[in-house]
């Protein structure tokens, strides 16, 4: 007998992620679905909603829908051994459901992360259309080789780490750099809040590139330390220049800066994420040393806003 329930994020959903993850090498829910459902209402116009999947008794699946920017989130997953029985049709029809009753499904855009081909099909017969591809890419590791070169920053740039007060020129240019992002773009400074004030935050995770005393570019660097990979991976998590800046180089310059300072942490390879149709951004990311690659497909719901 199977049946969806209200769910948060408990000790038994994440053993089920894990569980998940070490399956299919990658992980079902973003980070960013899963802080949207750590912080609640308070994060976003609308409430979480979270289903779990039972079947005789056991947890077989988890899924959510939450804000993430201009548009909601659909993550969801189930367990190798409760797969071709149905009940991913079921869980998927239970959040659909209830986001139709918050009144958020025409805004809703289902992910598949790592590109499975049931989610796929799934996904298309509830009339949702593949739309884009996220690449996310990683160099070799470190025991292969990995290094970051040295590079010299433009006249008059001072390359630093975050300083109190740095989040305001921060959101405006990551909001200037990625208007055109559905996710990324139209942070808030709440958003920014919350990133400086988690205890998890390091300052020296932020690099700003400082002319004439104004921030003009910044990487945001993570690392991760339980990967799907099981390497200690490092991230180039957001970087951006002010559009009205036009200095040859400052992207790489903080790129480099962002990649020392994930080597000189231990980590053993670096990773990013990158439109599909972003020729430019491929084009460099490739030149240095991002090629491994897993695909993550939005598919856009039907009649969407």
Not at 7 to 36: F, K, M, Q, W, Y
Not at 147 to 170: F, H
Request: hydrophobic share 40%; with cysteine; net charge negative.
């Amino acid at each position: 007998m199977s049946h969806t329930c209200q769910l948060n994020v408990d000790d038994n959903v994440r053993e089920l992620l894990r569980h998940v993850t070490a399956h299919d090498h990658v992980a079902p829910l973003s980070d960013g679905v899963l802080d949207a459902l750590a912080q609640g209402a308070d994060s976003a116009p609308h409430e979480p909603i979270s289903r779990g999947l039972v079947v005789d008794d056991q947890l077989a699946g988890f899924g959510a829908v939450v804000d993430q920017g201009e548009r909601g989130a659909l993550e969801m997953c189930v367990a190798p051994e409760f797969r071709g029985r149905g009940g991913g049709r079921l869980l998927a029809e239970n959040l659909l459901e209830r986001a139709r009753e918050a009144g958020v499904a025409s805004r809703t855009w289902a992910w598949s992360h790592g590109d499975h081909p049931a989610a796929s099909a799934l996904a298309e017969s509830f009339g949702f259309a593949r739309e884009r591809v996220l690449l996310q890419l990683s160099t070799k590791t470190v025991d292969e080789g990995l290094t970051v070169p040295e590079v010299s920053t433009p006249e008059g740039v001072e390359i630093r780490t975050y300083q109190p007060g740095d989040e305001v020129r921060w959101r405006e240019i990551n909001n200037a750099a990625f208007s055109w992002h559905p996710e990324q773009g139209n942070q808030s400074a709440q958003d920014y809040a919350r990133i400086v004030e988690d205890p998890s935050f390091d300052p020296a995770s932020v690099f700003f590139a400082v002319h004439n005393g104004d921030i003009v570019g910044f990487h945001h660097t993570k690392i991760h330390t339980d990967h799907p990979s099981g390497l200690t991976m490092g991230e180039v998590y957001v970087i951006g220049v002010d559009p009205h800046v036009h200095s040859r180089g400052l992207g790489t310059v903080l790129m480099y800066a962002g990649m020392r300072h994930l080597l000189n942490s231990g980590v053993d390879a670096i990773e990013l994420y990158v439109e599909s149709d972003n020729d430019a951004a491929l084009h460099v990311y490739k030149k240095l040393g991002f090629v491994n690659e897993i695909r993550h497909i939005s598919y856009a719901p039907q009649d969407h806003t």
